[in-house]
């Protein structure tokens, strides 16, 4: 990075930055905090007091580069339909992330290895928001105690599908993985077996006519 773009940034973007870099060249194993600060001349105790642990730093990460792809997946579905359709946005989601572990073996490994060292970051379940979004769209029902549950229990398929899948523990072909990480959640939702179908079919179709590009570094175009 450029000195004078390096001065313009705070250290806890510094930071972020190089964690980032190396995550994905040496994975979550062998990327250690005091790797992270010396490139900066920085004491460890720096990264404690920005994000408090490694994992918390990983987390980061991997919650910015969801974010990322879920704003570009977003962008495409309203420049063809003038909306995003919260089904096809979450169909998406899955179908974009399950092809970058496929074609990147670095965000890969480093994805097994963050969630193999840390399996109860999949009970936080981010996808608690969203439920509660197609349970307020689709007039669902659902307590706030069923909406955690559903959230756990679709979360948590991921670490389980992708570590068993990648690590060559199954017969299964990416498309399998795919096509039932995608039904589950609207199953799980109790949607229409008509809908769920219906839903699977057109965000393939969409996934192969939005040509998404995979590159280093977590970035997805």
């Known amino acids: 990075m450029p000195l004078e773009e390096k001065k313009n940034l705070t250290s806890k973007k510094l930071l972020y930055l190089q964690a980032k870099k190396l995550f994905y060249e040496k994975g ?5 905090l005091s790797e992270i600060t010396a490139e900066h001349n920085m004491h460890k105790t720096s990264i404690t007091y920005h994000f408090g642990t490694k994992t918390n730093l990983a987390s980061k990460v991997l919650s910015e580069y969801v974010a990322n792809y879920s704003t570009i997946i977003k962008e495409k579905l309203i420049r063809k339909f003038g909306k995003a359709e919260l089904h096809l946005s979450a169909a998406l ?8 572990l496929e074609q990147d073996p670095n965000v890969r490994r480093f994805y097994i290895e963050y969630t193999t060292a ?5 009970y936080n379940a981010p996808s608690v928001t969203l439920i509660k979004q197609f349970n307020e769209k689709y007039k669902l029902g659902l307590d706030e105690k069923k909406i955690k549950l559903i959230a756990i229990a679709n979360y948590s398929t991921y ?3 992708v570590i068993t899948y990648f690590l060559n523990k199954t017969n299964l072909q990416l498309q399998d993985v795919i096509e039932y990480k995608v039904k589950l959640l609207f199953e799980l939702l109790h949607m229409p077996p008509d809908f769920i179908e ?3 079919k057109t965000s393939i179709k969409l996934y192969e006519e939005f040509n998404f590009v995979y590159k280093p570094y977590f970035v997805v175009e």
């Open 28 to 32: 979550y194993h062998d990327t250690y």
């Open 93 to 100: 989601r899955y179908i974009v992330f399950l092809n970058t």
């Open 118 to 122: 840390n399996p109860i970051n999949v």
């Open 159 to 161: 670490p389980a599908l």
């Open 198 to 200: 219906e839903t699977y």
